[in-house]
Antibody, heavy 120, light 110 residues
Framework: QLQLQESGPGLVTPSETLSLTCTVSGDFINFSSFYWGWIRQPPGKGLEWIGNIYYSGSTYYNPSLKSRVAISVIASKTQFSLRLSSVTAADTAVYYC????????????WGQGTLVTVSS | QSALTQPASVSGSPGQSITISCTGTNSDVGTYNLVSWYQQHPGEAPKLMIYEGSKRPSGVSSRFSGSKSGDTASLTISGLQTEDEADYYCCSYAPINTWVFGGGTKLTVL
């Protein structure tokens, strides 16, 4: 059974870089034809797509965040990461990692989410 | 990239049917049959309920169905049950290789 788990600091200082890791168990990122993505949800608000990384390493980002976002696969091939630079309070949210089945265009596996607060 | 438009809230009584709309543009919902729907209970991660506009993943009740007409996708829940009370989000592919969510709809089962 595929499982995803987010990890990283729960508190980030404004103007610094938010860094999160998603650990995948039950699959290998570079051996399966799926996209691996990040989605966030500010407190009390809706879901916002951040970006995806394809198993080949190609990345795709939300145009509104593109200048600040980087998603990469970690050498272990069972983890991928999110880096969001120059954060502000508006970046406070629950961050989810998820697997996207490209052919069906749906996120069929999700992590439980991790709350990241941007505050000094 | 603009968020898809959903009603903020809908409500229904147990046993009734409700429909949640999701309006995009001819650049996303109207062109691609890659609309998915997610159910989210408070404090939980979203759960996939419908993919490719009308297909149900294994384990999802047949009371949930999806459809599309033009630039608008719809999620219908028949035979409402109290456990259906949740937030629902649509999501669509948009060129090139991007994805956009709707603002979400809060379903209240009266």
């Amino acid at each position: 059974q595929l499982q995803l788990q987010e990890s990283g600091p729960g508190l980030v200082t404004p103007s610094e870089t938010l860094s999160l890791t998603c650990t995948v168990s039950g699959d290998f990122i570079n051996f399966s034809s799926f996209y691996w993505g990040w989605i966030r949800q500010p407190p009390g608000k809706g879901l916002e797509w951040i970006g995806n990384i394809y198993y080949s390493g190609s990345t795709y980002y939300n145009p509104s965040l593109k200048s600040r976002v980087a998603i990469s696969v970690i050498a272990s091939k069972t983890q991928f990461s999110l880096r969001l630079s120059s954060v502000t309070a508006a970046d406070t949210a629950v961050y989810y990692c998820a697997r996207l089945a490209g052919a069906s265009g749906s996120y069929n596996y999700w992590g439980q989410g991790t709350l990241v607060t941007v505050s000094s | 990239q603009s968020a898809l438009t959903q009603p903020a809230s809908v409500s229904g009584s147990p046993g009734q049917s409700i429909t949640i709309s999701c309006t995009g543009t001819n650049s996303d919902v109207g062109t691609y049959n890659l609309v998915s729907w997610y159910q989210q209970h408070p404090g939980e991660a979203p759960k996939l309920m419908i993919y490719e506009g009308s297909k149900r993943p294994s384990g999802v009740s047949s009371r949930f169905s999806g459809s599309k007409s033009g630039d608008t996708a719809s999620l219908t829940i028949s035979g409402l049950q109290t456990e259906d009370e949740a937030d629902y989000y649509c999501c669509s592919y948009a060129p090139i290789n991007t994805w956009v969510f709707g603002g979400g709809t809060k379903l209240t089962v009266l």
